[in-house]
């Protein structure tokens, strides 16, 4: 087939749509959508103003595909962002078909009309060509092509691969306190014992894997002497769990709460204290299972918690805390 370069974009350019419409996972997606709107407009534009062989040389031609690219899709996007339509997915999708279908089908009817048209590198042809050269070449010259073929099929390989797979973005989670009205103000600092006070947790999974999240509660009267972290007291006070799954962190705009629990506490001792959140990701440690609520666990194994919380250590958890003064019943 002579013209097959433009029967291909007009494919291609047609099943793209499709992909995305039916397998939108497929990394087929993205290898596709590169060559649609970096190359095919250009190609097809360039296919229809340059039809004679004589026009431009096949540098020219390629170089020239890539920029009229650029700006026909530069263009068309433009254009849509002024219509009823908007700049979305679906009328830009449409529009650069119709642009690649358009110039491939006028491309193809002024072939047909001139005496010395340009036309694309027969494949059969080229690949007979090849296969004549390598057999009059000697023995070092053949094993250096063959070597350098596989190298370049190797680079466009491993360029696809690329492309195809992208890096996996950073992976966190977003753990939070909010105070009762869902803004970061109005925390409960003063209490009086068994006065119920509350805040709102949350928690986002950006870890790109389920994570079964577990948060454990504690009061903490701690003091912070000579550079360390003196324990007075640290009361087990509460524990719950919940399975998320990942989302997509939104990171041009606000964060988009996925878990939030209205949480409601009060304090049965008077005195100055912490209250510690820690969060941990599928487990805890075994040091910290099968906990007594309010019994003090200080200077047991458990210290680690607040040591790990301290030094930011988020590989064993994630900690936040609230200063809490609780005064005798009946004050403030």
Same mark, same amino acid.
């Given at each position: ?60 031609? *390629? ?69 004549? %050269? ?28 690329? *492309?195809?797979?992208?890096?996996? !973005? /950073? ?9 009762? !009205? !869902? ?8 209490? %009086? ?95 910290? /299972? ?36 609780? !005064? ?5």
């Amino acid at each position: 087939m002579e013209s097959w370069d433009l029967v291909a974009i007009t494919f291609f350019s047609v099943s793209l749509p499709l992909i995305i419409l039916y397998v939108p996972d497929t990394s087929i997606r993205t290898i596709l959508a590169i060559p649609f709107l970096f190359f095919f407009p250009g190609y097809s534009l360039i296919a229809f103003l340059f039809i004679e062989e004589k026009s431009i040389g096949n540098v020219e031609r *390629v170089a020239l595909s890539f920029a009229l690219s650029i700006v026909a899709t530069s263009l068309i996007g433009f254009g849509l962002a002024y219509t009823p339509f908007g700049l979305r997915l679906d009328p830009v999708l449409a529009s650069m078909v119709f642009f690649n279908i358009v110039f491939c089908l006028l491309s193809l009817w002024k072939r047909s009309n001139i005496d010395a048209p340009y036309l694309p590198f027969d494949p059969f042809e080229l690949w007979q060509s090849a296969k004549r %050269s390598l057999g009059r070449q000697d023995g070092i010259d053949r094993t250096l092509t063959i070597v350098l073929a596989l190298a370049m099929i190797s680079s466009v390989a491993a360029l696809a691969y690329v *492309v195809a797979v992208p890096r996996e !973005g /950073e992976k966190f989670t977003e753990f939070y306190i909010l105070g009762p !009205g !869902g803004n970061a103000t109005g925390y409960p600092h003063n209490l %009086s014992m068994d006065q119920n006070a509350s805040v709102i947790v949350g928690i986002n999974n950006h870890e790109n894997r389920q994570v079964r999240y577990i948060v454990q509660v504690w009061l903490v009267n701690a003091s912070f002497v000579n550079n360390s972290t003196v324990i007075q007291n640290m009361f087990f006070f509460d524990q719950w769990s919940i399975v998320l799954n990942s989302t997509p962190a939104n990171l041009d705009g606000p964060s988009i709460p996925q878990f939030q629990k209205n949480y409601t506490f009060s304090i049965h001792v008077p005195g100055h204290f912490k209250l510690w959140f820690f969060l941990f990701k599928d487990s805890v440690p075994s040091y910290a /299972e099968d906990l007594d609520p309010m019994r003090d666990y200080a200077g047991g194994p458990t210290d680690r918690l607040l040591d790990g919380a301290v030094d930011n250590n988020a590989s064993l958890l994630i900690g936040l805390n609230l200063n809490l003064v609780v !005064g005798p019943m009946g004050t403030t």
